[in-house]
């Protein structure tokens, strides 16, 4: 470690961590938001770029604040905390942006506002805890050792409720994932109240689309079950066999749902997919509409990196607000 040096951080990198300059080269530093001027200790130099450790605030933010979970700074999990909420919106929207210029070659991506999420705290229906030697809880940061938690100020009271449970009973080494509900243990959107705001989001932008919707990597069918009484046939695809059965069961008989792989499954019943690669398969027209016979109206994915197709509209959420993790809600340009 050196010696400390003072910084103006400019931005904040997808990841959480602040950006500025030094010896020609970026700087990322932890725990600091754009506008600050801090203090703090390189620790490591790679050829590109270094990484530094926060020392001190020179000049605070007017978005700082002070985090609500004890043990933020020391858990991997949240990388927000000491930012408004607000703040925090306007960062991981021009992330967002920002990423689809870079990787996805959109000059001007069509971003619509966040869909935010009405609480802060306490809205997680599900965590994973991990066990060792004694110690339940969290990764700590950027380490595989592990940080004993007692409460996750994120998690509901129903989870936390499940986490004491669970520190009081002795487990044994190993993780454990612990949810609010009873309901079957297959995928789920981790914030309820987002998750349904995006089903009415999803609702509003498929239009008047009718016919066959196929619903890949569909789970337990998030999308298919709100949608399935507009189409005439229903067809959801999953690699997850337990998440397909729990689909089964209440399903009506427009809906069909098979296990296998979503990509073989794919390319059997269609014969182009508009948008599955898109840096392999780029047949669009001149205004940039897709060529492909199939209309790719929605796409909700979790990773806000992946390489994009040609969208309509861009629609990020915070389904996880205080983590590093942002996902986007993308309706085709060739969908009206």
């Known amino acids: 470690m050196t010696a400390a040096v003072e910084l103006q951080i400019t931005d904040v990198a997808f990841g959480g961590k602040g950006v500025a300059r030094a010896n020609g080269k970026a700087v990322f530093v932890p725990y600091v938001i754009d506008g600050e001027t801090v203090s703090a200790s390189i620790t490591r130099e790679h050829k590109k770029f270094l990484e530094a450790e926060l020392e001190s605030i020179v000049t605070a933010s007017p978005h700082r604040v002070e985090p609500r979970c004890p043990y933020f700074g020391r858990c991997g999990g949240c990388v927000y905390q000491h930012i408004d909420y607000e703040h925090q919106l306007a960062l991981k929207w021009r992330q967002v942006k920002e990423t689809l210029r870079r990787i996805g070659g959109l000059k001007e991506p069509p971003m619509r506002p966040f869909i935010p999420s009405p609480i802060e705290y306490e809205y997680r229906n599900r965590i994973t805890v991990h066990v060792r030697d004694g110690a339940v809880g969290f990764f700590r940061r950027e380490s595989n050792k592990l ?111 098979v296990a296998v792989d979503v990509e073989t499954e794919l390319g059997a019943r269609l014969q182009s997919i508009a948008c599955n690669r898109p840096e392999q398969n780029d047949s669009r027209n001149a205004d940039g509409t897709s060529t492909s016979p199939i209309d790719l109206r929605f796409l909700q994915s979790c990773d806000s990196r992946a390489r994009p197709c040609h969208f309509k509209t861009i629609v990020p959420d915070r389904f996880d607000h205080p983590t590093r993790h942002v996902s986007t809600n993308c309706r085709n340009r060739g969908s009206g």
């Not at 993780?175 to 243990?185: C, D, G």
């Open 147 to 257: 940080l004993d938690i007692e409460r996750c100020p994120i998690a509901l009271n129903e989870v936390n409720a499940q986490l004491a449970e669970l520190r009081g009973s002795r487990p044994r080494d190993g993780h454990y994932t612990l949810r609010a509900s009873a309901a079957p243990r297959v995928f789920t959107q981790a914030n309820d109240t987002v998750a349904a705001a995006m089903l009415d989001l999803v609702d509003r932008l498929l239009g008047s689309a009718t016919g066959t919707l196929i619903d890949a990597y569909c789970g337990a069918g998030f999308f298919s079950k709100r949608l399935r009484g507009r189409f005439g046939k229903v067809i959801g695809i999953d690699w997850d066999q337990h998440a397909i059965a729990v689909a089964r069961e209440d399903a009506n008989e427009n809906e069909t749902y």
